[in-house]
């Protein structure tokens, strides 16, 4: 299977406790992307990579999260004292685009992962 | 604000009954607008890209148009399994941002046999 792989599928942990979750690109892809999604609601965007520099990150991931890419293949998410708040569907997602900024020409579309379903009680 | 709305927020369909699906953005410069499917508790599968206003993209039972200020999905005399939340997600438009998705809530899609 060449898709994206997301381990593990599922997660329950101990509110406090801290979690971490991997993403597997597609192998000629050099961006990969984090998004979290809640019941009923579209995929939120958390973060990017392009290669291994982590390039942008939305006001959603607080100081308890934090994300890696060394060497540019697969990336981690950790999220340090889980709180209940942050029970969701985290997703990765990968893309490949030719440089840091694609103003001259479409975005390619990004490809999904299964998904990491984190539930803290 | 960079937005993407989806209507209907639930559809339900009998087998065969054609229907669209409503996506509106404001996004200053589109630069491609996305369609995914998604099943429970699953990752969104990706289904079309439509770049400009005009094109038109066709799978199986689905065709994906664009305008300037919204996209369609038809789907034509759609079977249980097309049964899935159907999103839409542009680019963001802003400079800060190189690509990262904004996406709709989606739109669950029904079909009965």
């Known amino acids: 299977d060449t898709g994206v792989s997301q381990n593990p599928r599922h997660k329950i942990t101990k509110r406090g406790q801290n979690v971490t979750f991997r993403c597997d690109p597609i192998?000629?892809?050099?961006?990969l992307y984090w998004y979290r999604q809640t019941l009923g609601q579209g995929p939120e965007f958390l973060t990017y990579?392009?290669?291994?520099?982590?390039?942008?990150k939305s006001r959603l991931l607080s100081d308890r999260f934090s994300a890696e890419r060394p060497k540019g293949s697969f990336s981690t998410l950790e999220i340090q004292r889980t709180e209940q708040g942050d029970s969701a569907m985290y997703l990765c997602?990968?893309?490949?685009?030719?440089?840091?900024?694609?103003?001259?020409?479409?975005?390619?579309?990004?490809?999904f992962g299964q998904g990491t379903r984190l539930t803290v009680v | 604000e960079d937005q993407v709305t989806q209507s209907p927020e639930a559809l339900r369909l009998q087998e065969g009954e054609s229907s669209s699906l409503n996506c509106s953005y404001t996004?200053?410069?589109?630069?491609?607008l996305f369609w995914y499917r998604q099943d429970p508790g699953k990752g969104p599968e990706f289904l079309f890209t439509?770049?400009?206003a005009g094109e038109e993209k066709e799978k199986e039972r689905l065709k994906a148009t664009l305008t300037k200020k919204e996209s369609f999905l038809h789907i034509t005399a759609p079977k249980p399994e097309d049964s899935a939340t159907y999103l839409c997600?542009?680019?963001?438009?802003?400079?800060?941002?190189?690509?990262?998705?904004?996406f709709g809530k989606g739109t669950k899609l029904s079909v009965k046999p």
């Open positions: 997602a990968s893309s490949f685009e030719w440089g840091d900024r694609v103003w001259i020409r479409g975005v390619n579309e990004a490809f």
């Open positions: 192998s000629e892809h050099n961006r």
């Open positions: 990579f392009q290669n291994e520099a982590q390039l942008e």
């Open positions: 996004v200053s410069g589109l630069r491609g």
């Open positions: 439509l770049y400009s």
């Open positions: 997600a542009v680019p963001t438009g802003d400079g800060g941002s190189q690509g990262n998705l904004i």
